[in-house]
């Protein structure tokens, strides 16, 4: 549960990052060189960071799911039952 929780802050953030420098230059009112050019680099540059780091998110939490997660006890099967009643000759004859 908590590192859902984490996840979606970190997603939140990681938007206004990637939104951040098209929000500068249109709070600015950078060049024409920059609008074209540098903006899109940037952002870029920010959401491809953004992606790789919410997999390394991703994967850690998976493992930290599998630590906690407790191994569930097996029923007996139905076969085994049946064998071992016929071994013993109980009501069987």
Do not use: H
Not at 19 to 30: D, K, M, R
Not at 60 to 80: E, I, Q
């Amino acid at each position: 549960m908590e590192s859902t929780l984490w996840l979606k802050i970190y997603r939140v953030l990681a938007i206004a990052i990637v939104a951040l420098p098209i929000i500068l230059n249109w709070l600015l009112e950078g060049s024409l060189l920059s609008s074209l050019l540098y903006v899109p680099i940037v952002s870029l540059a920010f959401g491809g960071l953004a992606i790789w780091l919410d997999r390394q998110l991703l994967k850690f939490a998976a493992t930290l799911t599998r630590r906690r997660a407790k191994p569930v006890a097996s029923a007996p099967k139905l076969s085994r039952l049946l064998n071992q009643n016929s071994k013993s000759n109980c009501c069987f004859y």
